[in-house]
């Protein structure tokens, strides 16, 4: 079974960083894509920053040049370190992985979310 925990949020104020961590576990053959997603009440879930297994990044508009997103391979594990913030990064952030496991099913898998409050 695979797991995603995301860990790192809070509440900031405006112009304040945060750094969200998300640590993939389990039968776990290998990792493709990992990315952040956030979804406010109401919306669809967006894609904020995704990042290749070879480093390669993409981010969405409304956060080029703030949030850099990360991996570490050998740990499972994506991060994305959020500057700049403003109140309207307020939303709950999912991690997604695009991974094979070792009975060699290819699919994404969700964490559950951590909540990011962006408020004086």
């Keep these: 079974q695979v797991q995603l925990v995301e860990s790192g949020g809070g509440l900031v104020q405006p112009g304040g ?3 969200l961590s998300c ?4 039968s776990i053959f290998s990792i493709y894509a990992m990315g952040w997603y956030h979804q406010a009440p109401g919306k669809q879930r967006e894609l904020v920053a995704v990042i290749t297994r ?32 403003k109140p309207e ?9 695009d991974l094979e496991t070792m009975r060699g099913t ?8 951590t909540l990011v409050t962006v408020s004086s």
Excluded: H, P
């Design 17 to 19: 960083s945060l750094r």
């Design 23 to 26: 640590a993939a576990s389990g």
């Design 54 to 85: 070879g480093g390669s990044t993409a981010y969405a508009d409304s956060v080029e040049g703030r949030f850099t997103i990360s991996r570490d391979n050998a740990k499972n594990t994506v991060y994305l370190q959020m500057n700049s913030l």
């Design 89 to 97: 990064d307020t939303d709950v952030y999912y991690c997604n992985a």
């Design 106 to 113: 290819r699919m994404d898998y969700w964490g559950k979310g």
